[in-house]
């Protein structure tokens, strides 16, 4: 059983930056290729950003491409969500995930992965 923190949410102004961290208890946490998804008020969860095992391969959604930068540190079994230029439209509940070894992994689905953090609140003020 995975166990997976977030932290480094808050409020920021549009414009602002933040940087997102994902915490894992696995031991074994370089095997585990990670996401991040996040979910408005009102509406589905949604995928943000996923990560390969060791960090060659990212992958954004298209809202968010160009803004944020997915990274990880194994040593620290910890994944980062660096968001720039942040926009009002991204306030949400943000969650990181961790997904066991797999023969397809789209990295977009929320089914892709087995393990779920319990969220940090990021809320942009206009």
């Known amino acids: 059983q995975v166990q997976l923190v977030e932290s480094g949410g808050g409020l920021v102004q549009s414009g602002g930056s933040l940087r997102l961290s994902c915490a894992a208890s696995?031991?074994?946490?370089?095997?585990?290729?990670m996401g991040w998804f996040r979910q408005a008020p009102g509406k589905e969860r949604e995928f943000v950003g996923g990560?390969?095992?060791?960090?060659?391969?990212?992958y954004y959604a298209d809202s968010v491409k160009g803004r944020c930068t997915i990274s990880r540190d194994n040593a620290k079994k910890t994944m980062y969500l660096q968001m720039n230029s942040l926009k009002p439209e991204d306030t949400a509940v943000y969650y990181c995930?961790?997904?066991?070894?797999?023969?397809?992994?789209?990295?977009?689905?929320?089914?892709?992965?087995?393990?779920w953090g319990q969220g940090t609140q990021v809320t942009v003020s206009s």
């Open positions: 995930a961790a997904s066991q070894v797999r023969a397809v992994l789209t990295f977009r689905r929320e089914n892709d992965y087995d393990y």
């Open positions: 696995e031991r074994a946490f370089s095997r585990y290729a």
């Open positions: 990560i390969n095992w060791n960090g060659a391969d990212t």
